[in-house]
Nanobody
Framework: QVQLVESGGGLVQAGGSLRLSCAAS????????MGWFRQAPGKEREFVAA????????YYADFVKGRFTMSRDNAKNTVYLQMNSLKPEDTAVYYC?????????????????WGQGTQVTVSS
């Protein structure tokens, strides 16, 4: 089992940057593929990015390609989401998630563990 805690959210102007972190408990973090999702008010939770166990492969939703970068540091049990060129439509609660079975998964049901989320607000 793994517990996930996100941090790094906040209020930023359009065009700005934020770096989200997701710290995982446990000694088996490297066995988990990780993902970032987001949920805006009144909308369903949607896939943002995913990374495989060792961090050698990533996959992004089309709407963040070229702006967001996901990475992981297994020695620190942490995954990151660097968000650049932020837009007001990126405003949402951002969640990290973990699963042991499927790398680069894009569906919420494919993940076993979730963090509590961190709020990102982008002002125009």
């Amino acid at each position: 089992q793994v517990q996930l805690v996100e941090s790094g959210g906040g209020l930023v102007q359009a065009g700005g940057s934020l770096r989200l972190s997701c710290a995982a408990s446990g000694r088996t973090f490297s066995r988990y593929a990780m993902g970032w999702f987001r949920q805006a008010p009144g909308k369903e939770r949607e896939f943002v990015a995913a990374i495989n166990w060792r961090g050698g492969s990533t996959y992004y939703a089309d709407f963040v390609k070229g702006r967001f970068t996901m990475s992981r540091d297994n020695a620190k049990n942490t995954v990151y989401l660097q968000m650049n060129s932020l837009k007001p439509e990126d405003t949402a609660v951002y969640y990290c998630a973990a699963n042991q079975n499927l790398a680069l998964a894009t569906m919420t049901g494919q993940y076993d563990y979730w963090g509590q989320g961190t709020q990102v607000t982008v002002s125009s």
